[in-house]
């Protein structure tokens, strides 16, 4: 597929994975309009950051994904839809669930309605490894059974079924994209590497965390970005779900030894309870089966877990200012 002119619109444009699809899009010459969360402070979330020449070729559209009529104007004249819009927090979902519900739920309905009754030429629709739950075999490939374990993975897997059904019922032409843990500059400081790295920038000796023995798949951003290309290039993708991510796991505890060496510190891991999942809701492992999206797409993990780490790293301590390190980000 030619990139260079074709009209995208990418949801939650002004987030982590969203700003880094945006500025890559951009630079494949595409025409890229990027939803962003209204706010009356008129912040684009990490869009603002972007180098000038990246920034000034974005159509910035500010609403609200759980408006229909908003949806509908956003994706007037465009041919492809990367859907990334979402309420991701897994410790916010516990007390706040409607809020989800409202988000991925009815904000990844108002996408297909506006899809389908605008004749979108395709959309990618954003999962989440956290649908399978806790691995009851390893690695995880696209049959394992679904078992979302919190509210958020219960939204999402809910859109994702909204998603296939369109699929099923209209020939809606949508792909599912299931992501594991992606990583890389301007990521949540609720996720589990800012959270540790940012307490190194912040000088703490002792590192506070949740679960230590968990284990997580994890993926630098432009390997995911490049998956969300690869699949929007591929026809044969439509109405499936793909897994995205390394194939390799690593326990919590691991990863922060490892950060720790990449960031040439010593440190000591406490636990802090309040960090904990109920314990029915803890996924305690997650490894990936990447081979459906390679076979199918010809993708391949690009960056290693390592050298993700290193860029990560080196743009934590850049930007270390911009996360609260001293408290437990919900």
């Not at 059974?145 to 809910?158: R, V």
């Not at 080196?314 to 980000?329: E, Q, V």
Request: glycine share 6%.
């Amino acid at each position: 597929m030619n990139w260079r002119d074709k009209k995208v619109l990418v949801t939650g444009g002004e987030g982590f994975i969203g700003s880094h699809l945006v500025e890559r899009l951009i630079k494949e010459g595409s025409d890229v309009r990027a939803f962003v969360f209204y706010n009356s402070f008129n912040n684009w979330g990490w869009i603002d950051s972007l180098p000038k020449n990246i920034k000034e070729k974005i159509d910035v559209f500010c609403g609200d994904i759980r408006d229909p009529n908003g949806v509908l104007k956003a994706m007037e004249d465009r041919t492809i839809v990367f859907h990334l819009a979402a309420l991701i927090g897994i410790p916010f979902s516990y007390h706040s669930p409607d809020s989800y519900v409202d988000t991925n739920v009815k904000g990844t309905l108002n996408i297909l309605q506006a899809a389908k009754r605008l004749k979108t030429e395709k959309i990618l629709h954003t999962s989440t490894s956290e649908v399978y739950g806790t691995a009851q075999y390893a690695p995880i490939d696209e049959k394992h059974p679904i078992n979302p374990q919190s509210p958020y993975a219960a939204t999402k897997s809910a859109a994702d079924s909204l998603a296939l059904s369109f699929y099923r019922s209209f020939d809606l032409p949508v792909s599912v994209l299931r992501p594991f843990n992606t990583f890389g500059p301007r990521q949540s400081a609720r996720a589990i590497i800012p959270t540790i790295i940012s307490q190194i920038c912040a000088g703490k000796k002792t590192i506070e965390l949740g679960n230590i023995q968990a284990t997580r798949d994890l993926n630098y951003v432009e390997n995911t970005v490049d998956a969300y290309i690869k699949l929007a290039e591929t026809d044969a993708a439509l109405g499936e779900v793909f897994n995205i991510g390394s194939g390799m796991e690593i326990t919590i505890s691991q990863l922060a030894a490892l950060i720790a060496r990449v960031m040439g510190v010593k440190v000591k891991i406490k636990q802090d309870k309040k960090r904990l999942r109920p314990a029915k809701s803890e996924v305690e492992r997650l490894l990936c089966d990447a081979s459906k999206i390679k076979k199918v797409c010809g993708w391949k993990e690009m960056v290693s877990l390592e050298k993700g780490l290193e860029k990560t790293c080196a743009w934590f301590k850049d930007n270390s200012d911009r996360y609260k390190a001293d408290i437990y980000n919900v």
